[in-house]
Each structure stands twice: as structure tokens, then as C-alpha cells.
């Protein structure tokens, strides 16, 4: 297998818990030996939302930091670095909005989606559907083959193979019908970059109904002491007055977090599957003797991940690590945005910019 270039990031939201690892970091976490891999902070894409609260997007990146190295993320493998540090990002941004039509740019189901959740309806800034043009940015500019993320950001990815097959073509002197793999041999500046999409997208909170999600205080954190996972798993809800035996709905994961967290987190496969089948008939097992098995499953991929954060408690400690990747993910940028600046004939002056 070749070595490829990885990109992926996420807005800064603070703790991260086991949705994000499921979802996310462990992948991650596999990838960053085997690829190059950049993982984004995107602080200034959390100011679509959250522009009067400096502050809190600051500290959430650290947080978001220090959980991911908790969790895992190597930085002497891979780069962690802070969105708004890294100047091409934005100077790329700019030059992309230029060869997209905005009716393109606003024809997009997930910028749909957030502007309905959040109720936005025709308040929200200019830079809330400009960050879609930002985040092809922050992809194009590490010429990065493959991007890791979730289902919802398939229409961001899609947006971002435009921009670069737009460029190759108007700027790079790629065929109009050159096939998406050959664009870079064909003197492109940019790869038309790929989305690998995750199959364990969405792990269900300890209210068994949303997602797993901080700010509905259903989630499990990293920085939950084993007895508060106890306690939190204790509380979930299983629905037990519809428990019949020929009632598949109590086992359906998607109902039934504890059913989803057995499958995800306890390893041994007859242990649950002898589990499930005792639950299902209605056997002498009880939700007690369920939850303490997954808290503890819970507990134990926890441990190494509480060991770990104790070594970025001091803030200077994750800082310095953002600081470094930020310088890599500065290097990486700059060498993309001199070669687009030579192609699109705005580039006049080399320069070199250090942190
Ligand atoms: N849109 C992503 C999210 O909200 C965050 C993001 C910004 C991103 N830039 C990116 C993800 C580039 C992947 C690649 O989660």
C-alpha cells in the first residue's frame, strides 16, 4: 500500500467522549501509521455559530486537543493543528470562492440542513455558507488523496472535487475529460480527493433517543471517572415494560443504547451473543447484570486513555504539540499555495512565513 496523504478535521466543540472515538478518533488513530496525516482544529468554522465567544472556541481547542491525544492521536506521527494559524487556508478560500457560482455553494443538503436545525433562516452571516468553500480549502491545500469523515459531509467533499477539478482544468491545462484519478500526472495541481466514509457514524447517548452529543448531556467522556461511567450507564432507560420476548425492538441497537454499547465496546463474542440471547428470551438476566458488563467494557478502553491525558493536564504541554503541528501543517500549505498562486497568476513574490 502507498503512503497517502491524510486530511480531516472538526469544528472545536470542548470534551470529546465515546461517540467521537467510535465515530472518529479510533480511526484516526489506525491511519496515522500507516499515511501522512493532518487533523484539523477548525476554530474559525465554529465562529459560523459562535463569533461572540471567543473565549470559549479558544479553550475548546485546546480541549479538543488534549482529548484527542488522551484518546490516541500520535503527534509524532500525525499534525494537530489550529485552522486560523495556517494563512493558505484562508488565502485559498478566497481564490476557491471565485470559481464557484454562489448558487452552486448554497445548493448543498447538509448547509440546508444546519441552516433549518439552527434556525438561521435569513440571519445567518455571509460566512456560514462560505465555510463550505473554506473547509475545500483546508482539504486542497495539503493535495490530500483521502478524507475521512461522517455521511454528512459527502455534499462538502463533492463541493471540494469541483473546486479542484475546476482549477486542474482552467488553471493546470487538464483535459476537460481527464478521469479524476489522473488529474495530478496530468500536471494538476490538486488530487481530486476522495471521501472515506466511516460505517460506525452514529453512537446513540445514554438517553437512548439523540445522538451521543455534549451538549444534550448524553454522552460519555473521557474525562469521566469509572465511577461516573457506572452511574451513567445505571440511568439508562432500556424500556423494560415492552420487553416481551418476541419483541425484537428491545434489541434493536438503534432503541436500545445498551445493546449498541454491548456490541461496540464488549470485545468477547460469545459473551454477547449468549447476552442477547438470554435478554431476548426473557431469561433470568436483568438490565443490572447488562449495564455493569458494558460499564466495565466502557471503563476498560477508558483506562489507558485516562493515563494518558494525565501527561497534557498543563495546557502549555498540549499548546506546544498544537504548535508543532501547526508549523507542519504551515509548511505543507505554503509549498500548495505557491504552486496554485504560480498556476492561477496571482504569485509574484516567494515568501516564508514561521511560527
Ligand atoms: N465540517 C467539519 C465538521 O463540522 C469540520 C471540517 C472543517 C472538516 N474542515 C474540514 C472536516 C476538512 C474534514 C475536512 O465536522
Known sequence: MTRQRILTGDTPTGNLHIGHWVGSVK????????????????????????????????????????????????????????????????????????LLPFNRVMRNPTLKDELQVKGLADTYSFGFPLYTVGQTADILAFRAHSVPVGEDQVPHLELTREVARRFNKM?????????????????????????DVG?????????????????????????????QVKKKIGKIYTGQDSRQPTDPG????????????????????????????RYQRGDNIGDGEVKMLVADAINTLLDPMRARRTAYEDDAVVLKVLREGTARAIEATEETLAMAKQAAGTGFFPRTISI
Open 171 to 195: 488553471y493546470c491545462g487538464v483535459a476537460d475529460k481527464a478521469e479524476d484519478e489522473d488529474h495530478e500526472q496530468l500536471g494538476g495541481v490538486f488530487p481530486v480527493p476522495v471521501a
Open 250 to 277: 428491545i434489541i434493536d441497537p438503534e432503541k436500545n443504547p445498551l445493546f449498541q454499547y454491548l456490541d461496540v465496546f464488549v470485545e468477547d463474542e460469545a459473551t454477547k451473543a449468549d447476552i442477547r440471547d
Open 27 to 98: 480511526r484516526r488513530v489506525e491511519l496515522q501509521s500507516q499515511h501522512d496525516c493532518f487533523f484539523l482544529i477548525a476554530n474559525l468554522h465554529a465562529y459560523t455559530t459562535r463569533a461572540g465567544d471567543p473565549e470559549a472556541v479558544h479553550q475548546d481547542c485546546i480541549e479538543v486537543a488534549r482529548d484527542a491525544l488522551a484518546m490516541g492521536v500520535d503527534p509524532s506521527k500525525a499534525a494537530i493543528f489550529v485552522q486560523s494559524e495556517v494563512p493558505a487556508l484562508a488565502e485559498l478560500t478566497y481564490l476557491f470562492a471565485m
Open 199 to 227: 460505517t460506525v457514524g452514529r453512537l446513540v447517548g445514554t438517553d437512548g433517543q439523540n445522538k451521543m452529543s455534549k451538549s444534550l448531556g448524553n454522552a460519555i467522556h473521557v474525562i469521566d471517572t469509572p465511577k
